[in-house]
């Protein structure tokens, strides 16, 4: 079963003082044993995440299964499906649907007699299978985004059929609608619903001899209104585009540059209703820069994740990549994580906090073992503030869960006199009180609570340390 192998961090950080808001920030490794990833990340209308990606707990060279994760606020794991057979399965998205169940959809080969098949599943909200379906044609065949309609609720699926840039609509039984395989070599990976009631379709095509980033405008029907390509001079991929209120197109991905040594940076293409090029920025100093998933901010900006290898460093291979932009791609922030060699980590995926910031999805490698890589951010890019402590040796909370108390345990006297909150999971305040100098446990009793999930939070203004309970 799968499970959080390693918290690395988890902490409550307080907005304000002064108010109830409050964001779990949180690096968390899952894993059941050997090679494990995450592709896609999406919130849940219950304030949790929903994650596609694959699992191969025998480390086979052709096992994986597509991987289906419910995590909740806090970043526990509310259930993990595989899906699929023994061959080379991958989920490489997840959405919720709005019957509040979810849609899985990557690609397949356990069942296929190509090399690989579209696939796609559906499962109510515990993550149990109501229906899969899969279909393709004699070359590699794969989704890469799918889009449930508002106006009728069938499912938009992208990708590449037989190496050709394909888009198929299914009803909300996954019954194929119709299919539209259009006469361009490459891949689409994003669609995204535009205000004018079509599709904005992004990926790459290859053209004149190299691949051109591309977006595509069609209605709903799949038929083409405009299409648009984009290069540097060399090589270019987008892999995620949304449409801002204004009606501006945001691409993003990567692009190739051939000033020595050549490498590829992180580009955002800034593009008008119409597919013309209003700006671009690149972004990036070292060998294989690029983003693979962009997220829209309340600000008019923009945040976007993906991968940041630096070559002038031979002991880091790869990290994560997070930048923050305002709406003309100037750089607000820039962050990344991850550890050295022989480690490496890769973003796939960004999405919004539930509670506010951000939540990144993908995957950590070390010898022998790959992981699914969660991280959640604050609206600065930071998992750990000023204010911020880690909390595994400085607080311990016994029993937990509990039925009647529990014991608060601090590692060392508290040194000035502190609050003590336990929030419920939305962020209020349900119960408070002051704790003196020199407090070394606090009994909390459960007549203050009822059944449920709570985070205590101990505040000082040195610290904050929180901890998750759990009453019975």
Same mark, same amino acid.
């Given at each position: $079963?799968?499970?959080?192998? @390693?918290?690395?961090? *988890?902490?409550?950080?307080?907005?304000?003082?002064?108010?109830?808001?409050?964001? !779990?920030?949180?690096?968390?490794?899952?894993?059941?044993?050997?090679?494990?990833?995450?592709?896609?990340?999406?919130?849940?209308?219950? %304030?949790?995440?929903?994650?596609?990606?694959?699992?191969?707990?025998?480390?086979?060279?052709?096992?994986?299964?597509?991987?289906? $994760?419910?995590?909740?606020?806090?970043?526990?794991?509310?259930?993990?499906?595989?899906?699929? &057979?023994?061959?080379?399965?991958?989920?490489?998205?997840?959405?919720?649907?709005?019957?509040?169940?979810?849609?899985?959809?990557?690609? $397949?080969?356990?069942?296929?007699? *190509?090399?690989?098949?579209?696939?796609?599943? #559906?499962?109510?909200? %515990?993550?149990?299978?109501?229906?899969?379906?899969?279909?393709?044609?004699?070359?590699?065949?794969?989704?890469?985004?799918?889009?449930?309609?508002?106006?009728?609720?069938?499912?938009?699926?992208?990708?590449?059929?037989?190496?050709?840039?394909?888009?198929?609509?299914?009803?909300?039984?996954? &019954?194929?609608?119709?299919?539209?395989?259009?006469?361009?070599?490459?891949?689409?990976?994003?669609?995204?619903?535009?205000?004018?009631?079509?599709?904005?379709?992004?990926?790459? %095509?290859?053209?004149?001899?190299?691949?051109?980033?591309?977006?595509?405008?069609?209605?709903?029907?799949?038929?083409?209104?405009?299409?648009?390509?984009?290069?540097?001079?060399?090589?270019?991929?987008?892999?995620?585009?949304?449409?801002?209120?204004?009606?501006?197109?945001?691409?993003?991905?990567?692009?190739?540059?051939?000033?020595?040594?050549?490498?590829?940076?992180?580009?955002?293409?800034?593009? &008008?209703?119409?597919?013309?090029?209003?700006?671009?920025?690149?972004?990036?100093?070292?060998?294989?820069?690029?983003?693979?998933?962009?997220?829209?901010?309340?600000?008019?900006?923009? !945040?976007?994740?993906?991968?940041?290898?630096?070559?002038?460093?031979? *002991?880091?291979?790869?990290?994560?990549?997070?930048? #923050?932009? &305002?709406?003309?791609?100037?750089?607000?922030?820039?962050?990344?994580?991850?550890?050295?060699?022989?480690?490496?980590?890769?973003?796939?995926?960004?999405? #919004?906090?539930?509670?506010?910031?951000?939540?990144?999805?993908? @995957?950590?490698?070390?010898?022998?073992?790959?992981?699914?890589? !969660?991280?959640?951010? %604050?609206?600065?890019? *930071?998992? !750990?503030?000023?204010?911020?402590?880690?909390?595994?040796?400085?607080?311990?909370?016994?029993?937990?869960?509990?039925?009647?108390?529990?014991?608060? @345990?601090?590692?060392?006297?508290?040194?000035?006199?502190?609050?003590?909150?336990?929030?419920?999971?939305?962020?209020?305040?349900?119960?408070?009180?002051?704790?003196?100098?020199?407090?070394?446990?606090?009994?909390?009793?459960?007549?203050?609570?009822?059944?449920?999930?709570?985070?205590?939070?101990?505040?000082?203004?040195?610290?904050?340390?929180?901890? #998750?309970?759990?009453?019975?």
């Amino acid at each position: $079963m799968i499970k959080t192998i @390693q918290r690395i961090l *988890s902490v409550i950080f307080i907005l304000s003082c002064t108010n109830s808001n409050s964001q !779990v920030l949180y690096e968390n490794l899952y894993q059941d044993s050997g090679a494990y990833a995450g592709y896609s990340i999406q919130p849940t209308s219950d %304030n949790g995440y929903i994650l596609s990606g694959f699992s191969n707990p025998t480390e086979t060279i052709f096992g994986q299964d597509v991987l289906l $994760m419910k995590i909740d606020s806090l970043g526990e794991v509310v259930f993990c499906k595989n899906l699929g &057979d023994s061959d080379s399965d991958y989920g490489n998205v997840a959405i919720e649907t709005y019957d509040g169940g979810y849609l899985v959809a990557g690609r $397949m080969a356990s069942f296929s007699t *190509s090399s690989n098949d579209f696939y796609y599943a #559906k499962t109510d909200f %515990n993550g149990n299978l109501e229906w899969e379906h899969t279909f393709g044609g004699t070359d590699g065949d794969a989704v890469e985004d799918v889009l449930q309609s508002p106006i009728d609720s069938s499912y938009y699926f992208i990708g590449r059929y037989g190496g050709y840039l394909a888009i198929f609509n299914t009803d909300q039984l996954g &019954d194929t609608l119709w299919t539209k395989v259009y006469q361009d070599t490459g891949s689409f990976y994003s669609i995204d619903f535009a205000s004018d009631n079509t599709l904005i379709l992004s990926g790459t %095509n290859y053209s004149s001899s190299i691949y051109k980033g591309f977006v595509a405008k069609t209605d709903l029907n799949g038929n083409i209104i405009w299409t648009a390509e984009f290069s540097g001079g060399g090589y270019e991929y987008f892999y995620d585009c949304e449409e801002r209120a204004d009606g501006t197109i945001v691409a993003v991905g990567y692009s190739l540059e051939d000033s020595p040594p050549p490498h590829t940076d992180g580009i955002i293409r800034y593009i &008008d209703a119409s597919g013309n090029l209003l700006s671009y920025e690149t972004f990036g100093e070292g060998l294989t820069d690029g983003f693979k998933s962009l997220c829209l901010t309340d600000d008019g900006g923009q !945040v976007t994740a993906g991968i940041k290898y630096y070559p002038s460093d031979p *002991s880091n291979q790869s990290q994560v990549y997070v930048v #923050k932009t &305002d709406s003309t791609g100037n750089l607000i922030w820039e962050t990344d994580f991850g550890q050295d060699l022989p480690e490496t980590e890769n973003g796939w995926s960004i999405c #919004k906090g539930t509670d506010g910031g951000y939540v990144v999805c993908g @995957q950590k490698t070390e010898p022998g073992e790959s992981y699914v890589y !969660v991280i959640k951010l %604050n609206e600065s890019g *930071s998992v !750990v503030s000023m204010n911020e402590v880690q909390t595994s040796d400085q607080l311990n909370v016994y029993p937990n869960p509990f039925t009647v108390k529990t014991t608060i @345990q601090f590692s060392k006297p508290l040194k000035e006199q502190s609050n003590i909150l336990v929030y419920g999971l939305s962020g209020e305040i349900i119960f408070q009180d002051v704790l003196e100098v020199g407090t070394e446990k606090y009994i909390l009793r459960k007549e203050h609570l009822t059944a449920g999930i709570y985070i205590i939070s101990v505040q000082s203004s040195q610290a904050i340390l929180t901890r #998750k309970i759990i009453i019975n």
